[in-house]
């Protein structure tokens, strides 16, 4: 097997990022994506155009030898920040498996290779500081993805994905045992797999994705599955993020119908709920429209097929849900703020009339 394999880790920021401000930052290091297709797309294919920053290569040793690494981050509006380390690869299918979770030799330690990445990420979010806007929390956990990108194979396509399918699949789930793997599990594995050509083939599994492509034109599978993995840990981290809104939104409107409630603005509660309900709206659609995909283009089914093994539409789901149950709040806190309107119109009128009527007793005992 000879290619490549990308280490892909994608981290959510914990706010909107504006992409002009950090062109500018950056200065010219960096740039707007320009990908180029490798297969018919639609013209009106709507996928993100994210600021790409590449680094020098870097060298490390690491259970292979020394080991030569690219490195290149992709900065995304909606808060992620994408970083791909990438390294050649040279070997039989059966040690692919130990180039995931690769070690490297970092001041003086052996260190996962995610570690440098951590250490990237910080540096970069550092120093983009100034471009966050609309911050809605601290962020969640990076997510991470595997690929191994083939671009020669000792074993035939068609062997992978028959009489070899089940090693593909153990390569796939991270087991070393295949053959105990069962039919249905092998068959759950590789449901989605895809293959454009006789020669080349696409197998997306949640931590790993195995690609073969002989032409060595597969970035636009690459940066599929790396914004699968980026509207993933967004959603996570607009999840987390409601949870928190979500139970300070239940102590206040504990507050706002307590006994002492009539003390209790609503208004203050009313106004907090409809902004973050307005700002995570407006950033959720604007995740959603990211991967708008009409017709049954390839891209669409490898897009289908991530969004499908990373759970993506459950996620959304969840948020949608979660951002309903925070309208419902809203409108609640709204009622009651009516309600206690109404009541203090009444109560004035009241007064008013009672004043009226001991104005009237008054004139009349003189």
Not at 11 to 28: C, Q, W
Not at 143 to 170: N, Q, W, Y
Not at 353 to 359: A, S
Request: glycine share 4%; hydrophobic share 40%.
């Amino acid at each position: 097997m000879k290619g490549e394999v990308a280490y892909l880790y994608v981290y959510d920021t914990g706010a909107e990022l504006n992409l002009d401000k950090i062109e500018r930052v950056l200065d010219k290091r960096a740039q707007v994506m320009k990908l180029a297709y490798a297969r018919a797309v639609p013209r009106y294919i709507d996928l993100p155009k994210p600021l790409t920053v590449k680094f020098s290569p870097v060298m490390f040793e690491t259970i292979k030898g020394p080991t030569r690494f690219d490195v290149s981050a992709k900065i995304f509006s909606v808060g992620a920040i994408s970083i791909s380390i990438r390294t050649e690869v040279s070997c039989r299918f059966e040690d692919l498996a130990s180039y995931d979770g690769l070690y490297i030799r970092l001041n003086g330690d052996d260190v996962p290779l995610s570690d440098y990445a951590n250490d990237l990420y910080k540096k970069i979010s550092e120093s983009i500081r100034e471009a966050r806007e609309q911050s809605y929390g601290p962020s969640s956990e990076p997510t991470m993805h595997t690929v191994f990108c083939i671009t020669e194979t000792e074993v035939p396509v068609s062997d992978l994905m028959g009489r070899r399918k089940k090693e593909l699949a153990a390569f796939l789930e991270k087991t070393d045992n295949p053959e105990k793997l069962s039919d249905n599990e092998v068959s759950d594995i590789l449901r989605y797999w895809y293959s454009y050509y006789g020669d080349d083939l696409i197998v997306v599994e949640w931590e790993r994705a195995f690609v073969v492509e002989p032409s060595g034109k597969y970035e636009d599978v690459l940066f599929i599955i790396e914004t699968s993995n980026m509207q993933l840990v967004e959603l996570i981290a607009y999840d987390d993020y409601l949870d928190k809104v979500l139970d300070k939104a239940y102590d206040d409107m504990g507050k706002v119908f307590s006994r002492r409630g009539i003390l209790y603005s609503a208004r203050a509660t009313m106004r907090e709920l409809s902004e973050i309900r307005i700002d995570l709206t407006e950033i959720t659609e604007e995740l959603a429209n990211i991967t708008k995909f009409f017709g049954d283009w390839y891209l669409a089914k490898i897009y289908m097929s991530c969004s499908k093994k990373l759970h993506i539409d459950d996620w959304y789901k969840t948020v949608q849900d979660k951002l309903e149950t925070l309208s419902k709040l809203y409108a609640m806190a709204n009622d009651e703020n009516d309600s206690r309107r109404m009541f203090i119109l009444e109560l004035i009128v009241t007064l008013m009339f009672v004043v009226d009527i001991v104005v009237l007793l008054f004139i009349e005992l003189r």
